[in-house]
Every structure is written in C-alpha cells, then in structure tokens.
C-alpha cells in the first residue's frame, strides 16, 4: 500500500494550495482518508477526514471554513483544498489511510487510527 503526496509549497498569507494524495495497493472504495500535519517541534494533529463515500467530513476547528477535503474514488485520490492560508498553517501536511467502511462519527482524528501513511508534503506560508 503506497500513499503518495503532492501540492505543498510557499504561499503568502491569504493564499490557497491544494494537496492531493493518491492511494495504491488497496481498495480506495472501503477506505476513510484523513489529512493531518506537523509543524516544527508539536505533535502531530488532525486536519480533515472524510468517510469511504465522501458523504461525511469532518475538520479540526483551526481550519473549519477554509479546508476543503474530497475524494475522487475514479481517481483514487484525495483532495485538501486549502484557502485564505494562515502562517500557522505552516507544517508538512500527511495524508493517512484506514480500513472503515462505517460513518465517521467518533472516529477519523487520533493519528493512531490509521493503518497507512504517506511521505509528507511540506507547506510553508509567509506572513
């Protein structure tokens, strides 16, 4: 199983990127995905997760109204739109992956959750 990251770099303050992860080696169909990061010296912390449908989302309050995560399960990917970026967004951002074909409700935003993870991808915003 490989999940392979892209779309991270330097935006300015106010700016949008968005990241992509796709997904090899499993079935993308029975899968919720989920998007967490790291910043520099603090754990890592949740993002956005969405179900295996794409029905159901959830986000950490940091960045309700300006992340957009979705899934492309033709494309076997996942998506993280992400606007009107902050300084404190800065972090590499991980895409992660896990077997659950049911809701998200109570789960989906403990890293320990999922069973794969991709290699990272580095955003860095500019005040």
């Known amino acids: 199983v490989q999940l392979q990251a892209s779309g991270g770099g330097l935006v300015q303050a106010g700016g949008s990127l968005r990241l992509s992860c796709a997904l090899s080696?499993?079935?993308?169909?029975?899968?919720?995905m989920g998007w967490f990061r790291q910043a520099p010296g603090k754990e890592r912390e949740f993002v956005a997760a969405i179900s295996r449908t794409g029905r159901t989302t959830k986000y950490a309050d940091s960045v309700k109204g300006r992340f957009t995560i979705s899934r492309d399960n033709a494309k076997i990917t996942v998506y993280l739109q992400m606007n009107s970026l902050k300084p404190e967004d800065t972090a590499v951002y991980y895409c992660?992956?896990?077997?659950?074909?049911?809701?998200?409700?109570?789960?989906?935003?403990?890293?320990?959750?999922?069973?794969?993870w991709g290699q990272g991808t580095l955003v860095t915003v500019s005040s």
């Open positions: 992660a992956a896990r077997s659950y074909s049911g809701s998200l409700s109570g789960i989906g935003e403990v890293p320990d959750e999922y069973d794969y």
């Open positions: 080696g499993r079935s993308f169909s029975s899968t919720v």
